[in-house]
């Protein structure tokens, strides 16, 4: 089969690769009809999650189920299914407890410690071997582990691109917005205009928010958020200006909800980058920062931006004293997923509006290029095997 492969920093390639197989007895092969670059393939790409052996990447997709193991009874060959991104095996103490991103079971690497490079949470599709090493699905088929507990069916009359980004990116903003407890009428600033911050843009909405800010460093992209989510948009010159624009915008108190959309790969200045390497650092949490200082005494900051090592000088002053709750991990898709689903199918969100390029898995590696260097005012890529 075909699939788009990474084999080194900044080197991908569409290559002919080993069909998966059934290999537990609830395994699913799935046929891919749609899959898409995210954000954090890009952490692969860059080498901020690092990955020493060719792996195809991708875990955003969908497709048609091809194969079964004896296992799995909740599905038939032919179904069209969605794929939760976190792999999870849905029987273990998290997964009983609606943590299926803290699964004990899927991977490999998996441990209590949630170190720099082992003892992980859940396996992840396509997303190194820190977190599984399973292959992804920027590819014709894949394997798919534990198919009787992640993958759903999609209801007749629903394209793939209306309910694509159920498998990560619309969960994922809805998570940053459900952990902040929305009750109606808050502010709410996120951090990244990008795929995930629009999601969370459109998920705040839902959940009654009486304010919604994306603030972002490209302008395109906020143009994105206020034609597709409504927003209010501030462009990012500096973190004392969109301190000081928020709390402006807040009679002086700061927002009552930060989320950070962003995570390790905002830009950054050279001396930003000069600081990570004498501190032996991954990217940079100066969004994360910024979420600290715009949000409100009291307040909630969610982080769905991924961040993947220490940070020194992590001001911990600024959240005690101000009392912030603070949370963030890989958001639980399989919790979320039916009710999001039917937001879908009642017409009460729509997904689609942010895609800007389909293209035919053979670009791939062009897609993840525009995506990077945010060229030709690339949002989202969708791409057809």
Not at 269 to 278: E, G, I, P, Q, Y
Request: aromatic share 10%; proline share 4%; charged share 20%.
């Amino acid at each position: 089969m075909k699939a788009l492969v990474f084999h080194k920093i900044n080197d991908v390639r569409v290559e002919t690769v080993d069909d998966p197989r059934i290999e537990e007895s609830r395994d699913a092969v799935i046929r891919v009809t749609s899959t898409a670059i995210c954000g954090s393939d890009l952490h692969i790409l860059d080498g901020f999650v690092p990955q020493m052996r060719n792996m195809v990447l991708g875990h955003e997709f969908m497709g048609v189920v091809e194969e079964i193991g004896p296992g799995v009874t909740n599905l038939k060959i032919g179904d069209r299914v969605v794929v939760p991104f976190p792999i999870a095996c849905g029987t273990c103490y998290f997964c009983n407890h609606q943590w299926p991103t803290q699964c004990e079971n899927s991977n490999s690497n998996y441990g209590p410690d949630g170190g720099f490079m082992t003892e992980k949470a859940a396996a992840l599709f396509g997303y190194t071997d820190l977190y599984g090493g399973y292959n992804g699905g920027q590819a014709e088929y894949v394997r798919v582990p534990f198919a009787d507990f992640g993958p759903r069916k999609v209801p007749d009359g629903l394209t793939d691109e209306q309910v694509l980004f159920l498998t990560d990116i619309f969960p994922t903003g809805w998570a940053a917005a459900d952990w902040a407890k929305i009750k109606g009428g808050e502010t709410v600033a996120i951090f990244g205009a990008g795929p995930v911050g629009i999601m969370a843009a459109k998920s705040a909405w839902l959940m009654g928010a009486g304010r919604v800010i994306n603030v972002d460093v490209q302008q395109y992209r906020l143009d994105m958020a206020k034609k597709s989510a409504n927003s209010e948009t501030i462009l990012w010159q500096d973190q004392d200006q969109v301190v000081e624009l928020i709390r402006s915008m807040t009679e002086g108190r700061g927002a009552d909800v930060c989320i950070d959309a962003v995570g390790m790969e905002a830009n950054r200045s050279f001396l930003d980058k000069a600081k990570a390497v004498f501190n032996a650092e991954k990217g940079t949490a100066k969004v994360l920062e910024t979420c600290l200082r715009a949000v409100r005494r009291a307040g909630v900051v969610s982080v769905v931006g991924v961040y993947g090592s220490p940070f020194d000088n992590f001001p911990i002053y600024r959240w005690f004293d101000k009392g912030i709750t603070l949370m963030g991990t890989q958001a639980p898709v399989q919790i979320y997923i039916d009710h999001l689903m039917q937001l879908v199918q009642d017409g009460k969100v729509k997904l689609d509006d942010i895609i800007t390029h389909t293209l035919p898995l053979e670009q791939a590696a062009y897609g993840y290029e525009i995506f990077k260097k945010k060229q030709d005012n690339c949002v989202k890529v969708v791409l057809k095997p």
